[in-house]
């Protein structure tokens, strides 16, 4: 982030607001696994007015009650700044890293879609499946479930597909998402 | 050492462990068993309040007067919400406290059983950390910690919900005061990169500024010292925010007095010209900015901070310091030392010379009254009579306080306790009362409206109780005066609800609490009533009747720049209620 003397920004800004390089970024944050801390972390974004895209947690390590978060969130470098030290800030919050910042980072997502019908259209969502290398996890005489893994942008498309072909419901895991490279965060 | 004894012997243990010799607090159902071990015991000495809002306070104003832990305890349920103005206080203020609450036991939990709220998550975003502890093997660790979390980087308050079968079972005590139960260890010492380049910046600084704040006391009076130290090393001009007053004297040469809304001319505008600004220990709070993007435009900006969220937050700096404001005027003081700077004598002589146009404008000159007292006048007075005693002032929310912050000088720390960043109305009397039993022999005086008066009023009882002879020096205008006043400057002067009808008569108000009434209306009084009110070695209500139409001024009208202020001597009727355009009305 460049630093320019004398060139201000904050909330307290009578101007609108700029749009201008507002863009998502995907979160780690290690995290004691502790009764509550699901609730301050998303406490600290809903109080504080920031935005969450996706959030998935679940214990990565049991024997040191450690949890993973990856958060997807949206804003200005600036802001996203402000994101990370105020998470930095929860007691219970050992690390927090911006993998979009890292670099390319590697991003999936799972998803469960259920389609039903029957004759052409069935036979059109087995097709369009096949092609995404979506798994069957379930099928009846005129439904299937889909199990698809991918990044969130192809889960995307294939969602946007399959709501001609029947869409039922769907399910997303949300992101779970890595750094590239040997090392971790 | 270890030793077997139950949850609420426990919680006592802990407190005599962590050196506590004095509590805050409101039994109730759910703590019980705690009760039942103070009742016990002598270590430490519990302070019965009349609103558990009030213990809140009163811990706050302990612990800002002394540097110390302030600790309250409150019962579950209605105990623990009355609880949550004082926490979310002492979090803007990053006030150390320690509040115990108890709660259903563990098996009820989820029940709706009777007084039971969700403690932890209704304190969760009021408090730094919070804990529900629901094994009695968890809770020395969680006790301990709880100080510990309290009062390591930046303060704040905590808070440990106990149900009540805790309390009453037995486990293994341990002190582990000195023990770390989280990974929670922010850095105090910053690098000495950083130490560096703000060295070059200050040195060839020709206009230069210091902007320090509560985060100066906070860091404790080796921090003080060394603030001192360096104004005088560096020969820097020096302004504090409200919550940073005493941390340099307001008798110091360097000092230009409060910036911010309220605050000084010359503060102001020195901080709007300098070219280098040292922001030690405060936050760029939306009182001291004015409009950002009209905000000190051709400074670079050194910002010293514990805590890396409050840099960048409002106003983007050129360098962060994040450390301790003591560890790292340390390491400044002696790379400057060891760098020998040579400073732009005629560039500094020059800014001082500006700085002393500014100050000429004398822009704390108030129109004087020689029948009804001003209220500028009398805080001037009671300045005057008690500077040189062993004073601490604390006052309420609104006209008062800023008066209060103008025209009471101070020149020490932690002498000051007033609730800046949540702006709690009532906080006074119980934070004057925390105050007082922590100083026992000194003068604590809190500056009140009579309007703020009332919201805590019940705690002049507890005063009286606890033999706690603190002063209640009302500055009775009649009127929630900075809401009239902001009446006056948004709403074309329509008064809407801001007259304080149906005063209660102070005095027998006082006589009531078994407490001393004291009346003044004219000017020729004054001294002699504030010199009655010293005399007197219990709780007092002075009710000091002063105009009811005074408006504070230096003031920054909201969404303006520094440079657009409004002085009081001068400003006309006209010009205050059209101060602020549309833009600035929405703002707070
Ligand atoms: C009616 C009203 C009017 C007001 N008008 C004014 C006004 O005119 N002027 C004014 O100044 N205020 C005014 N205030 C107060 C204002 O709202 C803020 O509370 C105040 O300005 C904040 O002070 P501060 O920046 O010193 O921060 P604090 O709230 O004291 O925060 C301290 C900062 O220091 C940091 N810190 C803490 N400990 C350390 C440490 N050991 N080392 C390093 N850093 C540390 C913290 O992280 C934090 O960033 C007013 C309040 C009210 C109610
Ligand atoms: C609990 C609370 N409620 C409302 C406010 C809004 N408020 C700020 S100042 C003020 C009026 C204070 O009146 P008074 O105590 O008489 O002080 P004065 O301004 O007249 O000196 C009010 C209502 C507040 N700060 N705190
Ligand atoms: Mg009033």
Redesign the pocket.
Known sequence: MMIVAGQSQSAYFLEEELPSTERSHTLSVLVDNEPGVLARVVGLFSGRGYNIESLTVSEIEHSSHMSRITIVTTGRPPVISQIMHQLGRLVPVHKVVNLTWAGDALERELALVKVSGKGEIRDEALRLAQAFSARIVDATLDSYVFEITGAPADIDRFVGLMKDCGLVELARTGLAALARGRTGI | MTRQMTGAEMVIQALIDQGVDTIFGYPGGAVLPIFDELFQQEDVRHILVRHEQGAGHAAEGYARSTGKVGVALATSGPGATNMV?ALTDALLDSIPMVCITGQVPTTLIGTDAFQEADTVGITRPCTKHNWLVRRIEDLPAILHEAFRIATTGRPGPVLVDIPKNIQFQTGTYENCKDKALTQYHPAVKAPDAAIREAVELMAAAKKPILYTGGGVINSGPKAVALLRDFVKLTGFPITSTLMGLGAYPASGRNWLGMLGMHGTYEANLAMHDCDVMVCVGARFDDRITGRIDAFSPNSKKIHIDIDPSSINKNVVVDLPIVGDVGHVLEDLIAAWNARKPVQDKAAHAAWWKQIDGWRAKKCLTYRPSAEAIM?QYAIERLHALTAGRDTYITT??????M?AAQYYHFDEPNRFMTSGGL????YGLPAAIGTQLAHPGALVIDI??????Q?NIQEMSTAVQHNAPVKAFI???Q???????WQQLLHGNRLSH?Y?DSQPDFVRLAEAYGAVGIRCSKPADLDDAIEEMIRIDRPVLFDCHVVSLAN?FPMIPSGKAHNEMLLGADVSDEEIETAIGTAGKVLV
């Open positions: 103005t209220p309420e929310v609104g006209q008062h306080q008066w702006g709690t109305m009532g009140a409206g009579d309007a703020s008066i919201m500055l009775n205008n009127y929630m005066g900075m809401v009239r006043q801001s304080v504070c």
